[in-house]
């Protein structure tokens, strides 16, 4: 096929449009960790590479610092590489990013860290244009996937011009917006790996980096020259004219929402009423369109996501209107709503009259509440927190970043902080709640992908200093999250070349853990029990850290696997409530506490040695504390039908699990996988499994 | 090439398939106009959370939809359609899985009519349930938009963007719920 006929539009994820154009500019290596919003880039360039002969080699890296080294070690030897993140990977490789600028590169680097203003699926809304500048690094902020697509030739070239890594950093609109746009041939450039040894430069030693750190601003101070001077990066919407009253400096997404906004107040930029000038380059900044600007203008309105970077860098900041005069807000996504506002409180100060008024828009007072993101129907996570909280009650749950975040609808997600801190908190927490006397138990939750990325070192460094918790690693063999990824376990590779599985249980055993079980949390019976088991063997003298291997396949990605008996449930028919009775002179109260740990609601209070008083208008009637009641003492017998307890709303919630107004549940068939755990969450033996299906 | 421009909301539930349609229209579109955007919800949201996705099509150069531009809000869930209905252009579409407007209120229904909006209710999800392709309500909505005119391309077209490079049973089976919805939509 020749490469004319190659070439073709089409409709483009902005993340595949930026896998697309490294793939026409000849990238021939490429790294990634999975992260919304960037987690398609990768994906993009196997696909578009197996359109050349030589295919990129491609890695889901264990984690964005693995990443950042391996993408620039391959451009140490002349081959164009690029390693793909999101914002929150960024920091955890910013240790070699720091020196990648001082030692730059010799085939051309692009580090794409994608940014999540919103934030939409992240812990922060940080701007990686700001770490770009921390680093030294150039940095483009394309407005579209097309600039996404055609910033990578510029950013290649300017990383090779200059042997420096360059940023592009898509944010979660571009990343996640779809576009027509013309295809290119995808190229091959054939350049063979050389590694010259210098290792004055490769391995400087502090001294070196003196004289590396000289050169890098003498290189940043040519880019800027450079920058300034490009055409194609730095675009005149509207050009400069004398004592304009307001002008726009404007960069990513927020640049190409004001240009449609200001059309729909009839100023529209063609009509050349508002000077703007849109750069691509944040930094360096190019000085000379931007003096330019701020020369013809009274004011200059700046518009850029998600902090100020073209704000700080520009010089006369008197003159600007943006996130220092309180213009623009400084949390939050820059949405049509949002920047419609800025504008216009802009334009009316410069005392600036739109045209058109602003559309009518329509209001209506039936409002929904919020919906809650939920683990799908017939995910293994619910049964394991499930089982945590009535397995450990009363305890402490660290967890960490993946799906199984969502244990919060269940109560089970008491913290969620970084990738791998649920290991490093349960170790901090089960030292400072256990010291005396009391055993709060403490049990962390973290998916596998998690766990190789960075539970690893916070597991040594638990078990090396003697910590007691109990560790779930939940293992459903793949990123759920993010799109199907696969781990280490499986071994299987990012385009399929060989690689090898790394074994989860021995890494776990590696780390020097000498008590670990392996269990399908299906079974809630078993999972229960071993977790009492293990948390007591973390109380012994020769206890340490337990580890759970929760192994299950993801209902989203082996539907069939992950529902292994398929039942269809029913709910049986309202019975009047039964609450809760204390009968201390049938049994005697063994005091354990268990029914006062385990209760929902907080209905049971110790009133003395064997003595447990129920609050009866709190008590719903869920039978939890019958059920752990060791001597009989408590006593509540079995409904048989759903007594509106909202036991299996708050502590499984499953979306098929359907309360009406009064609390009444009924199986939403549209959600039901019929995985059939529900049944044994029920305690009062009113759902009920009712036909087994094949 | 027209001078097209046309702008629209779809909004759903994580799973019930609202970036299909979005990008069902967008194929359909694309032949028609200068440019087309559509941003996108994935991750997180879509584990049961609010999905919503915007189209923009013709001469625009921003992925999202300014509150009252809407020319359609397309939603597959009602209460998505009323916390979408903020995006709607004076005189658009309201296309919604629901049997009826009973998702309103009195005062919703009365705003509603004063806005100039056209609305179409289709029980879409039930039509697809029972036609035997419960995940299929997407494409009976779909169906029921483009047999209403609420949008600016023939039914034909729709047809051709969600059944093209589709195994001939998969592009039956859509050709079939798309039929489903037109006839809802003809019968409302």
Redesign the interface.
Same mark, same amino acid.
């Given at each position: 096929m020749s490469a004319k006929a190659r070439a073709r539009k089409e409709?483009l994820?902005g993340n595949q449009a930026l896998g697309r154009g490294l793939v026409e500019n000849g990238v021939a290596v490429m790294t990634a960790y999975p992260g919304?919003?960037s /987690?398609e880039i990768l994906p993009a360039v196997v696909q578009y590479g197996a359109e050349l002969k030589s295919p990129p080699y491609v890695e889901w890296s264990v984690n964005e610092k693995v990443a950042m080294e391996v993408a620039l070690a391959a451009a140490y030897t002349g081959r164009r590489s690029a390693v793909a993140m999101k914002m929150v990977g960024l920091n955890v490789a910013l240790d070699p990013v720091m020196s990648a600028a001082y030692i730059g590169v010799i085939g051309g680097m692009i580090i794409v860290s994608a940014d999540d203003p919103g934030p939409? /699926?992240s812990q922060t809304e940080q701007d990686s244009r700001l770490l770009a500048h921390f680093a030294k690094l150039p940095v483009f902020d394309p407005? /579209?996937p097309a600039a996404a697509r055609d910033l990578v030739a510029p950013a290649y070239a300017l990383s090779e011009r200059h042997q420096i890594p360059v940023m592009i950093r898509p944010t979660l #609109?571009?990343c996640?917006?779809? @576009?027509?746009l013309n295809l290119k041939a995808p190229k091959e450039l054939g350049r063979e790996a050389v590694f010259t040894k210098d290792p004055f430069r490769w391995a400087a030693i502090p001294k070196m980096r003196l004289a590396l750190h000289q050169a890098l601003n003498a290189k940043l101070a040519k880019i800027q020259a450079e920058v300034s001077a490009s055409k194609t990066l730095n675009t005149w919407h509207a050009p400069v004219r004398p004592r304009a009253r307001l002008g726009i400096l404007a960069s990513g997404?927020a640049a *190409?929402? *004001?240009?449609?906004?200001l059309a729909?107040l009839g100023l529209p930029v063609d009509q050349g009423r508002i000077p703007f000038l849109q750069t691509s380059v944040p930094y360096p900044l190019p000085l000379g369109p931007v003096n330019q600007l701020l020369d013809s203008c009274q004011r200059v309105l700046v518009l850029e996501e998600t902090e100020p970077v073209l704000e700080l860098l520009a010089p006369r900041r008197e003159r600007l209107w943006g996130r220092g005069s309180g213009h623009v807000p400084s949390a939050g996504e820059l $949405? %049509?709503?949002v920047l419609?506002g800025v504008l216009e409180r802009a334009l009316n100060e410069a005392r600036l009259k739109a045209p058109r008024p602003?559309?009518?828009?329509? /209001?209506? %007072?039936? @409002? %929904?509440p +919020? #919906?809650? %993101?939920?683990?799908?129907p017939g995910c293994s996570h619910r049964a394991v927190f499930f089982s945590l909280k009535k397995g450990l009650p009363g305890g402490v749950y660290p967890s960490d970043i993946g799906?199984y $975040?969502?244990g919060l609808n269940q109560g089970a997600v008491d913290t969620c902080h970084d990738m791998g801190a649920a290991v490093t908190f349960a170790h901090a927490l089960s030292r400072s709640l256990n010291e005396g006397e009391q055993a709060t138990p403490v049990a962390a939750t973290i998916g596998d992908s998690t766990f190789y990325h960075s539970g690893i070192t916070g597991l040594v460094n638990a078990v090396y200093n003697g910590a007691r918790f109990v560790l779930v690693i939940l293992d459903n063999e793949t990123t759920s +999250? $993010?799109?199907m990824q696969p781990t280490p376990e499986n071994g299987l590779t990012a385009d399929g070349h060989p690689g090898h599985a790394v074994e989860l249980r021995k890494l776990v055993e590696g780390c020097g853990v000498r008590w670990i079980d392996e269990l399908d949390p299906y079974d809630l019976g078993e999972t229960q029990k071993t977790l009492k088991k293990a948390w007591r063997w973390t109380q012994k003298p020769e206890g340490g850290v337990a580890v759970i291997i929760a192994r299950h396949a993801c209902a989203a990605h082996r539907p069939a696997e992950a529902v292994p008996a398929p039942c269809r449930v029913e709910v049986r028919g309202a019975a009047a409530p039964v609450k809760t009775s204390f009968k201390p002179k049938l049994n005697p109260c063994a005091d354990c506490g268990r029914c006062v740990a385990i209760c929902p609601v907080g209905a049971l209070r110790r009133t003395g040695k064997g003595r447990i008083k129920v609050d009866k208008a709190k008590c719903t009637g869920c039978r939890l504390c019958a059920q752990v009641c060791p001597t009989g003492t408590m006593v509540l017998e079995p409904a048989g039908a759903c007594v509106a307890c909202g036991l299996c709303s708050t502590w499984f919630a499953c979306?098929a699990l359907a309360a009406d107004s009064e609390g009444y549940i009924s199986i939403d068939r549209?959600w039901c996988v019929d995985c059939g755990l529900c049944a044994e969450v029920c305690a009062q033996g009113a759902i009920a499994p009712m036909e087994v299906l094949s | 090439m027209s001078a097209l421009s046309w702008q629209a909301v779809v909004a759903g539930v994580g799973g019930q398939g609202v970036l299909f349609v979005s990008r069902a229209l967008a194929t359909a579109l694309e032949p028609k106009v200068k440019g087309i955007l559509i941003s996108e919800v994935h991750g997180m949201a879509q584990r049961g959370g609010a999905v919503v996705s915007h189209l923009k099509a013709g001469a625009y150069s921003g992925p999202l939809v300014s509150p009252g531009s809407a020319e359609m809000v397309l939603a597959l869930d009602p209460g998505e359609a009323v916390r979408n209905l903020s995006y709607l252009a004076a005189g658009g579409w309201l296309v919604v899985n629901a049997p009826d407007l009973g998702f309103l209120s009195a005062k919703g229904k009365k705003a509603l009519a004063s806005f100039g909006a056209r609305a179409v209710t289709v029980p879409a999800s039930e039509l697809a349930r029972e036609a035997g392709a419960a995940k299929g309500a997407n494409v009976v909505l779909l169906g029921a938009a483009a047999a209403a005119g609420a949008l600016p391309v023939d039914p034909a077209e729709v047809e051709r963007a969600i059944t093209q490079g589709q195994p001939e049973a998969r592009a039956r089976a859509n050709r079939e719920l798309l039929a489903l919805g037109a006839g809802a939509a003809e019968e409302a």
């Open positions: 409709i994820m919304t919003p /987690s939409h /699926s407005d /579209s #609109r571009v996640h917006g779809r @576009q027509n997404v *190409a929402l *004001a240009r449609d906004l729909e $949405t %049509p709503e419609g602003k559309g009518k828009v329509l /209001s209506v %007072p039936d @409002q %929904p +919020m #919906r809650r %993101p939920n683990l799908c799906c $975040t969502l +999250m $993010t799109g979306p549209d | -």
